[in-house]
């Protein structure tokens, strides 16, 4: 059965570090992989998406992440975070027919100043 | 401006009761759905419903009813059989014109307590 694996519950950086948030996928075919954000009490925002083409992937608010099929990762990467980052993050893959999602169970990030 | 509304924010049920979650868009979208949130745990989906007056069971259906009598509400009951429904709901809504590749939007929750 399809999963997705988010090793990092929590994940503190500073203020413009660079950030990676890890995603594993366990799908047989050739996976759509999402990332979503939510702020506290809210719904989730599409940060990006990966279909088909080009591995690296980019998205709203300087994000992008990279497919890697021999690693099945889908990691969710920003050159520079901001305060305004600080939110829970959660991958997803799509299921062929019926476009349901699994998702993971989220990272947390928290962004000290 | 095309979106999701879900209605109450909060709701609060008591020992018993019956509650209904209200979702509604406007984006002319065919396929809605409903997850389930809990801390952790992330989301997982209880039904959806890809056209309407059609729907299918997710994969915690168990205690959850819906309805899809038009093409813009798809509401949640949450029954009394349903014995954990302390949880944050949320209702999203994709085009439906393709059997895959299809990006959900979601609405911005309700948090359902228990009295």
């Known amino acids: 059965a399809q999963s997705v694996t988010q090793p990092d519950i929590h994940i503190t950086v500073s203020e413009g570090a660079s950030l990676e948030l890890r995603c594993n996928y366990s799908?047989?075919?050739?996976?759509?992989l999402f990332w979503y954000v939510q702020s506290p009490g809210q719904g989730l925002q599409l940060l990006l998406k990966?279909?088909?083409?080009?591995?690296l992937v980019q998205g709203i608010k300087g994000f992008e992440a990279e497919f890697k099929r021999s690693q099945s990762s889908f990691n969710l990467r920003k050159p520079s975070v901001h305060w305004s980052d600080a939110a829970e993050y959660f991958c997803?893959?799509?299921?062929?027919?019926?476009?349901?999602?699994?998702f993971g169970a989220g990272t947390i990030l928290r962004v000290k100043s | 401006d095309g979106g999701i509304t879900q209605s109450p924010k909060y709701l609060f049920r008591k020992e018993g009761q019956n509650v209904t979650l209200s979702c509604e868009q406007n984006?002319?979208?065919?396929?809605m759905y409903w997850y389930r949130q809990d801390p952790g745990q992330g989301l997982r989906l209880i039904y959806y419903s890809q056209i309407v007056n059609d729907f299918q069971k997710g994969d915690i259906a168990e205690g959850y009813s819906v309805s899809r009598e038009k093409k813009e509400s798809f509401p949640l009951t949450v029954t009394s059989a349903q014995k954990n429904p302390t949880a944050f709901y949320l209702c999203?809504?994709?085009?439906?014109?393709?059997?895959?590749?299809?990006?959900?939007?979601f609405g911005p929750g309700t948090r359902l307590l228990v009295l």
């Open positions: 799908y047989g075919a050739t996976p759509y």
């Open positions: 997803a893959v799509g299921v062929y027919y019926g476009n349901k999602l699994v």
């Open positions: 990966y279909f088909s083409g080009d591995t």
């Open positions: 984006l002319n979208h065919d396929a």
């Open positions: 999203a809504s994709s085009k439906g014109d393709s059997v895959n590749q299809e990006t959900q939007y």
